[in-house]
C-alpha cells in the first residue's frame, strides 16, 4: 500500500498548462523558468512517481515531449529565438499526452477509504496498534503487528481478516498475562483461549475469565468456520470486544525490563 498525495495531481496541471502559451520570439527568463519546471514535474511524474509503473498508454508520449522539452532547456545560447514550430510542437505534444493520460488515469484502480464507524481511517491505516491500551507495545510487543493488520483490514472493508487479527492480539495478550499469573508455568498443550482459561480458572481474575470466554464463544469459535463471513460492522464490534479483554489483562500485568524486541516493536 502507497499512500497518495492528491495535491500532487494539481501540481501537475500547474506545471504543464504553461506549456499550451509558449510564446516565440526571445528565451527570456520566464519561457525558461516554465519549461525547466515542466522539464523536472514530469521526469519526475514519468520515471519516479508511485504512477511510474502504471504509466503505460501514455509513457511514449510523454517521453516525445519531455525530449522536445529537453532540447530546449539544454541549449545554452539563452539570446537565441524561439521558432513557431518549436512552441507548436511542444504544445502538440502536451495536448497529445494529457488526452491520453486522463484516459489512463481514468481507468486506473482508485479507491477511497471511507471512515468505519468511529474510527479515524489514518489510524485504521498507520498505527492500528492505537486502537489499544497505549502500554500494548510496551508490554507485549509481539501482539503490535495484530494490532496493526486488524486495523488495516477493518479500513479495507475485510471483515473476517480483521477479526482474525483482532483475536491473535488477545491470544498474544493472554499467553503472557497466563505466564505472569501463574509464574511462569507451562502452557497448555493446545494453546486456544479455552485452554488458557481453563488453566487459568482458579488464578485469574474472575471478570477477566468471563471476558475471554464470551469472545471465545460468542466471536472466536464461530469464526473458524468457513461459512461464517464477518461483517465490517462485526468486525468492529469484536474490535472493541478484543480491546476491553487485552485493557483488562494489561492492567494486571507489570512493564517488562526493556529488550530490543520492545524497543522495535515500540517504535
Do not use: C
Request: cysteine-free; overall charge negative.
Amino acid at each position: 500500500m502507497i499512500r497518495i498525495l492528491l495535491p500532487y495531481i494539481f501540481q501537475l496541471s500547474s506545471a504543464f498548462e504553461p506549456l499550451t502559451t509558449l510564446p516565440t520570439g526571445k528565451f527570456n527568463v520566464d519561457t525558461a523558468s516554465k519549461m525547466f519546471q515542466a522539464e523536472q514535474t514530469l521526469d519526475g511524474f514519468l520515471n519516479q512517481s508511485v504512477f511510474a509503473s502504471s504509466i503505460r498508454s501514455s509513457r511514449e508520449l510523454g517521453m516525445r515531449l519531455l525530449q522536445a522539452i529537453r532540447d530546449e532547456t539544454s541549449n545554452s545560447d539563452f539570446d537565441r529565438e524561439i521558432q513557431w514550430f518549436t512552441v507548436n510542437t511542444i504544445s502538440n505534444l502536451y495536448y497529445q499526452f494529457k488526452t491520453v493520460l486522463l484516459a489512463e488515469l481514468g481507468v486506473l484502480p482508485a479507491f477511497f477509504v471511507s471512515q468505519k464507524q468511529a474510527y479515524d481511517s489514518s489510524t485504521l491505516l498507520d498505527s492500528g496498534e492505537k486502537l489499544f491500551p497505549s502500554d500494548m507495545p510496551t508490554k507485549v510487543p509481539e501482539a503490535v503487528f495484530d494490532a496493526r493488520e486488524a486495523a488495516k483490514a477493518l479500513a479495507f472493508e475485510l471483515g473476517t481478516a480483521s477479526a482474525f487479527h483482532s483475536f491473535r492480539v488477545v491470544e498474544s495478550v493472554l499467553r503472557k498475562y497466563y505466564h505472569q499469573v501463574t509464574g511462569g508455568a507451562a502452557e497448555p498443550a493446545l494453546r486456544t483461549i479455552g485452554a488458557f482459561t481453563n488453566a487459568l480458572k482458579d488464578k485469574a481474575d474472575p471478570r477477566i475469565l468471563s471476558a475471554l470466554n464470551q469472545l471465545k464463544d460468542l466471536h472466536r469459535n464461530p469464526t473458524i468456520h468457513p461459512e461464517v463471513i464477518v461483517t465490517v460492522d462485526q468486525a468492529g464490534s469484536i474490535l472493541g470486544m478484543a480491546h476491553s479483554a487485552v485493557s483488562s489483562m494489561l492492567n494486571e500485568m507489570e512493564v517488562p525490563d526493556p529488550t530490543t524486541l520492545t524497543a522495535i516493536a515500540g517504535h
